[in-house]
């Protein structure tokens, strides 16, 4: 059985987190260069996720206000993808924002993968949207009252 490890990292200390969202977002889904890099890297926490050692995916977070995070940026290599490897990515995204004094986690997912975000307490919060080309969808989860 294939492991999964995900671990918090400094942007500047992981190039491969930029070559994984090449892929994903540039290669597969044609997202311009400029709406994936948009220079707040360096200024949010970074996930990597590895699948038996090797670096499969990754995931930011970023800090809106005092009680709001929103993850960005979530990609996972094709080859890797059906290994729950986004999921992970994700539950370990909300236990780093759990730490914090956050009452609300915002996303826009892409609309095809929302319903891997309401497994894990996420809404839908108004109509399907259009971002870089690419039908996505507003959710919120609530973490503190």
């Avoid at 294939?2 to 969202?21: A, F, H, L, Q």
């Avoid at 108004?126 to 969808?137: C, K, R, T, W």
């Amino acid at each position: 059985m294939s492991e999964i490890t995900i671990k918090v990292v400094d942007w500047e200390e992981y190039p491969v987190i930029e070559i994984i969202r090449r892929r994903v977002f540039q290669d597969e889904q044609k997202v311009e260069v400029e709406l994936d890099f948009d220079g707040k890297d360096k200024f949010c926490p970074q996930l990597i996720a590895y699948l038996d050692n090797a670096v499969v995916g990754t995931a930011r977070i970023r800090y809106l206000d005092h009680k709001t995070a929103k993850i960005e940026r979530l990609a996972v290599l094709s080859y890797a993808r059906g290994n729950g490897i986004g999921k992970k990515i994700m539950q370990k995204a909300l236990e780093v924002i759990a730490s914090e004094n956050i009452s609300e986690v915002t996303i826009n997912a892409q609309e095809y993968i929302k319903g891997l975000h309401q497994q894990l307490g996420f809404e839908q919060v108004g109509d399907v949207f259009q971002e870089a080309g690419i039908p996505h969808v507003k959710m919120v989860k609530r973490v503190r009252s």
